[in-house]
C-alpha cells in the first residue's frame, strides 16, 4: 500500500486524477488448477433389486448434457445396443 501526502490528495491538478498503474508480471498472474475447477458430476450407486450389488455410475448434474449424450444421432447406429423399456 502507498501513504498518500496532501501533494496526492491536491484533486486542483490533473496528475492526481489519473490512475496509477502498475505492470503485471506473468509470473503473477494465477494459473488455471483444474483440481479447483467444479466437476458437474456426481458418483452415485444404481440398485436394481434388492440383493443385486450395486453399480457405479457417474451422474451428471443439471448442465445440458444429458441432451447430446441420449441423442440417437449423435452416435453412430452401429455403437447403440439394443434395449427395452
Known sequence: MHNLSNKDLDTSSDESLALKTEPLKADSMPTLNLQSVPSP?????????????????????????????????????????????
Open 41 to 85: 458430476t456426481v458418483p452415485i450407486h444404481i440398485i436394481t433389486s434388492k440383493y443385486a450389488s450395486p453399480i457405479n455410475v457417474i451422474a451428471y448434474m443439471g448442465i445440458g448434457a444429458h441432451r447430446t449424450m441420449m441423442n440417437p444421432k449423435v452416435l453412430p447406429p452401429d455403437t447403440w445396443i439394443p434395449h427395452t423399456k
